[in-house]
């Protein structure tokens, strides 16, 4: 059993250049999240897809933030003309969504420096 | 923003001893789940709390939920030196998004 597998795990780029990053969900999962998180702060959400649809976006930091899930199973998060305080870990996390409430399962997160 | 708020911030205690932490939110939810990170790395789940429900155990782990007071505790019981790590609960509203808390940073020593 796989779960959440996010790549890479660690970017440094130079301000001004555009990063990606991408989210393998586990299989089964419907439910599809980003969220940032910075140095002692909590996960922060972002955006969320249920299969291919985005229902969610309007928490997308700015315009320069995109999301996509194309086929309804992997996603990619990608930050244009990045700036330092976009300097963060960049996490993913899936979910199945039923009746009765549903837990999300985390990857271990994309770390981006921004230098 | 965010719709939880963990107190403490931070608690340190001696292995063996008893943690508990709480979290306060403000909007009507549909469940509440704490979750636990180790520094660095992805936040692992820990246990899920539907609306109502009033109380639930899993090993060490015991959850309180008051949804008149919009707040949750969650206790370790005999608490061990790998149970440092950051704790957070995370509201999950009628559209199911989840929204964070800042955390509780525990610190057990050995």
């Known amino acids: 059993d796989t779960g959440v597998s996010q790549d890479p795990r660690h970017k440094i780029t130079k301000r001004g250049q555009n990063v990606t990053f991408r989210c393998d969900p586990i299989?089964?999962?419907?439910?599809l999240y980003w969220y940032r998180q910075t140095l002692g702060q909590g996960p922060e959400f972002l955006t969320y897809?249920?299969?291919?649809?985005?229902?969610?976006k309007s928490r997308l930091l700015s315009d320069r933030f995109s999301a996509e899930r194309p086929k309804g199973s992997f996603s990619t998060l990608e930050i244009q003309r990045t700036e330092q305080g976009d300097s963060a870990m960049y996490l993913c996390?899936?979910?199945?969504?039923?009746?009765?409430?549903?837990?999300?399962?985390f990857g271990e997160g994309s770390w981006l420096t921004v230098v | 923003s965010q719709q939880g708020e963990e107190d403490p911030q931070a608690l340190s205690i001696q292995e063996g001893e008893n943690a508990t932490m709480n979290c306060s939110y403000k909007?009507?939810?549909?469940?509440l789940q704490w979750y636990r990170q180790n520094s660095g790395r992805g936040l692992v789940h820990l246990i899920l709390?539907?609306?109502?429900?009033r109380e639930k155990h899993s090993g060490r782990l015991r959850v309180t939920l008051d949804t008149s007071k919009k707040s949750s505790s969650l206790l370790i019981t005999a608490s061990r030196a790998a149970d440092t790590a950051s704790y957070f609960c995370?509201?999950?509203?009628?559209?199911?998004?989840?929204?964070f808390g800042t955390g509780t940073s525990l610190t057990v020593i050995p």
């Open positions: 909007t009507s939810i549909n469940n």
């Open positions: 996390a899936s979910s199945f969504q039923g009746t009765t409430g549903n837990t999300i399962y």
């Open positions: 709390i539907r609306s109502n429900e």
């Open positions: 299989s089964e999962h419907n439910r």
């Open positions: 897809f249920q299969n291919e649809a985005q229902l969610e």
């Open positions: 995370a509201t999950a509203n009628t559209g199911n998004q989840f929204y």
